[in-house]
């Protein structure tokens, strides 16, 4: 506790630690008043660690970031954790939270009333991380509207959901569900599992005109993208201008919708662009004059470039010669290139 005392935190990540373990250790915590973060990812808590636990939080009233993820937590821990929240009508627990990390739990789709409960008692939540919680898009059916008022009524800005099987009719629903003007992350990563009857990018074109969408970071990494989705992939970027990171990475088939999309990102003028990941998505030899020129005209936009990764089958020394050649043409000596196999990132190295 020395520790928790001297830097406001306390880290039991990956420890193992099972549910008669950390008895002890909610009894040293209690009514330190200025622990501030409270990692316990990777153990053995359980549900009955996460209740043991509820009865405390209310004595940690500075606690911004609270991490219970892959700790075998299931919709009856979350169920307490959500009971205990609303129990307390004065002294309410975790009122200065600011993230909450529930990944890799199975938390099921019965869970939706619990977690929307949780969201909305916490008013000074700004990111919620759902990531491989056994969610579908029947997480979104019966307590939807409650969920969604829940995300709207603060100031939440980024969400991950990924790696659960949301299918195309769960992301539209999700997508619903959120407040544009307000979230800045949305990770969607893994959500589509197939080809068949996926409108993910005609779902992210309507949340967009929605107008004031303030997104910043977006992964779509293995979601089935293909070329044919390109063009609303095209028109979702262009109704973006606050975008800053996109990684399209592990959609094997986007294939020539790659260079549409760099197309895009550089002739609109406002783009606020820094950040492209493009790894996986079957680019092949000989490079796309266009997707090389596109890269070129970013590189000298208002906003450059500062970071690309991309992957290229039968990749040549000259082909890496070119790109490297068109980063440093920008960057200088602060560009840096790296080649891993068919792996290139191109970056700039910050300087102290």
């Known amino acids: 506790m020395e520790v928790s005392e001297g830097s406001y935190k306390l880290d039991l990540s990956q420890l193992a630690l099972k549910t008669s373990h ?17 990692h316990i990812q990777g153990n053995h808590l359980g549900d009955d660690g996460l209740q043991d636990l509820a009865k405390v939080l209310h004595t940690l009233p ?67 991380g759902l990531v491989s919680c056994d969610l579908t898009k029947n997480f979104f059916q019966q307590y939807r509207i409650k969920f969604s008022n829940a995300l709207r009524a603060h100031s939440l800005r980024s969400i991950d959901m ?8 769960g992301v539209e629903l999700l997508l ?44 779509l990494v293995k979601c089935h993208l293909t070329w044919e989705h390109s063009p609303d992939l095209v028109s979702f970027v262009e109704k973006s201008p606050s975008l800053r ?56 936009h208002s906003t450059p470039l500062r970071y690309l990764r991309l992957s290229c089958k039968g990749l040549t020394k000259m082909d890496i010669e070119s790109l490297s050649e068109i980063w440093r043409s920008q960057w200088a000596e602060s560009g840096e290139c790296s080649v891993i196999g068919e792996n290139v990132t191109l970056s700039v190295k910050h300087i102290k």
């Open 162 to 169: 990924s790696y659960n099987n949301l299918g195309s009719t």
């Open 245 to 300: 990171c996109l990684d399209f990475s592990g959609n094997s088939k986007l294939q020539t919708g790659v260079t549409e999309i760099f197309t895009a990102v550089s002739k609109l003028t406002e783009s606020c662009v820094e950040s492209l990941s493009v790894s996986g998505c079957g680019l092949v030899v000989p490079l796309n004059v266009d997707f090389i020129d596109a890269i070129a005209d970013k590189l000298n």
């Open 22 to 38: 950390f008895l002890p250790i909610w009894r040293a915590i209690q009514c330190q008043k200025t622990l501030q973060e409270l």
């Open 62 to 128: 500075s606690l911004r970031i609270l991490d219970i993820s892959n700790n075998t937590i299931t919709w009856q821990g979350i169920s307490s954790l959500s009971d205990n929240l609303i129990a307390k009508r004065t002294g309410k627990p975790l009122q200065l939270l600011e993230r909450l990390e529930m990944s890799h739990n199975l938390l099921g789709d019965n869970t939706t009333d619990c977690v929307s409960t949780i969201i909305s008692e916490l008013p000074r939540l700004l990111h919620i």
């Open 176 to 219: 619903k569900s959120l407040k544009p003007s307000s979230i800045t992350d949305l990770n969607l990563t893994g959500t589509i599992q197939g080809y068949t009857a996926n409108h993910l990018a005609k779902h992210l074109v309507n949340y967009v005109q929605q107008g004031e969408c303030v997104l910043q970071n977006v992964s």
